[in-house]
């Protein structure tokens, strides 16, 4: 066994890692970063960035076929092979590159999995790591259920990597996962694209009304939305695959995709020997993002029991955890104001209190909703479907909440997310001279 000592050891190398690396390393600590996958983590390499390349292909398909007859000959076709290809030149080294950059930088890197074999200590194969603190920064890992024939059913990351598009696919999970995979597999060609969703409320996080003209749109470009409805058993027939669902019916696909959400990375937790407190939502931080039973630990990003499996939070709380483990917990987080985005088509801005939220809350508010349909922004480029919803306190004249469905929402949320976060008054918002004719003017028409 080698035995090394460090001031930090982390655990992950997604971005959120990055950002305390970074920080711990530029203030001269001995840091050592270990992941059992390609560095990167999922972000990266197995969600957001690579995602966004289908998705920026099927809002491209989806602004072309909208035009059809109007001004435009005919709705263009993916090509999914070479969609595949410009994804992938993208991760093609990346993992690679940012282990040599580390070690350029100075930082001690470790290929294997991680286990932590005592408070202070992380054992990676025959390498025992010893450290004044551990910052563990696994993130999250698919939920898998364990039904007859699970083994036939692939997961999200398996999608993004497909060689050909099936034509006919089934997704497990009303999440914003299944709903995004299911408008570009539409968008890409798929000749019959289902949803499968346990409860009545899909994308439940999400104002319901913006929610239900997104199902609109996608009704209108062929996905099925099957609501009260969960998987019994899959088998393998051939060449197809038979989903028996609970309610009876039998569904037919090439294709079965789970995505009924994600649960924290845990295992390097296995044995219990690290003394760290945990649940089902992850280690169990305070304020600090210190593990409340050893603190020598501290979690962050997905695999911690924070509020949000977001991207940039993970990326603050990076930032977070080194500050406090250099500074003896000195920051803290404010989680009051985080925009989120579903990438269908229309996609989904929201930052904010929900309406339901807010009537329970029992708050003085008003309500700003209406389509966007025959506004000139959406008429111009022949988006069918369009809606907003702001809700705005009437003593204040501040923003509670803002959800939007329409073209580019997911940019116009930052605005709406910005404003809420330094006071602005809707009255500004709605009295600013924004560069005009833009998506972003249009919010003077939601909060007026």
Not at 100 to 118: D, E, I, L, S
Not at 297 to 307: E, I, L, S, W
Not at 317 to 332: F, P, W, Y
């Amino acid at each position: 066994m080698n035995h090394q000592k460090f001031d930090t050891v982390v655990v992950g190398s997604g971005t959120s890692a990055y950002y305390a690396v970074d920080t711990l390393n530029k203030a001269g600590q001995k840091v050592a970063i270990v992941d059992e996958r390609p560095y990167g983590g999922t972000c990266a390499l197995r969600g957001c960035q690579p995602k966004k390349y289908l998705v920026s292909n099927a809002e491209a398909v989806a602004m072309a076929s909208h035009l059809v007859g109007r001004g435009i000959v005919a709705k263009p076709k993916t090509d999914w092979q070479s969609l595949q290809i410009l994804k992938n030149a993208f991760l093609d080294g990346r993992s690679d590159a940012e282990v040599k950059n580390w070690q350029r930088a100075g930082v001690t890197t470790f290929h294997g999995r991680a286990v932590m074999t005592g408070e202070d200590e992380v054992t990676v194969g025959r390498d025992r790591l010893k450290a004044q603190h551990i910052l563990l920064a696994t993130g999250a890992t698919p939920r898998r259920s364990n039904i007859p024939g699970a083994e036939h059913v692939c997961d999200s990351e398996h999608f993004l990597n497909l060689p050909d598009l099936p034509n006919r696919i089934v997704f497990i999970g009303g999440g914003y996962i299944s709903f995004e995979f299911a408008h570009i597999a539409s968008r890409a060609g798929a000749e019959m694209v289902t949803i499968l969703h346990r409860s009545s409320r899909p994308l439940k996080a999400f104002d319901q009304d913006i929610v239900k003209n997104v199902l609109k749109a996608g009704e209108a470009d062929g996905i099925r939305v099957v609501l009260n409805e969960s998987p019994i058993s899959v088998e393998s027939a051939g060449n197809e695959l038979i989903l028996r669902g609970s309610k009876n019916a039998v569904y037919n696909a090439d294709l079965i995709i789970e995505a009924t959400g994600r649960i924290p990375n845990l295992s390097v937790l296995e044995g219990d020997c690290g003394n760290v407190e945990y649940s089902l939502r992850g280690v169990i931080v305070n304020e600090f993002l210190q593990n409340v039973s050893n603190p020598r630990v501290y979690a962050v990003g997905d695999c911690a029991a924070t509020k949000y499996m977001l991207a940039p939070v993970a990326d603050e709380e990076g930032k977070t955890a080194a500050c406090n483990i250099l500074e003896d917990n000195i920051k803290t987080i404010d989680y009051s104001v985080i925009p989120s985005v579903v990438f269908t088509i229309p996609s989904i801005g929201s930052v904010g209190l929900t309406e339901e939220e807010a009537k329970q809350m029992k708050l003085d508010f008003r309500v700003n909703q209406g389509m966007t349909t025959d506004w000139p922004s959406s008429k111009r480029i022949g988006e069918e479907h369009g809606a907003y919803k702001i809700l705005i306190d009437k003593q204040s004249d501040e923003i509670l909440g803002a959800h939007i469905a329409r073209h580019n929402s997911s940019e116009a949320i930052n605005v709406l997310a910005l404003a809420m976060k330094h006071r602005i008054k809707a009255s500004a918002l709605a009295e600013f001279m924004w560069s005009y004719p833009t998506v972003t003017s249009d919010l003077k028409y939601m909060v007026k």
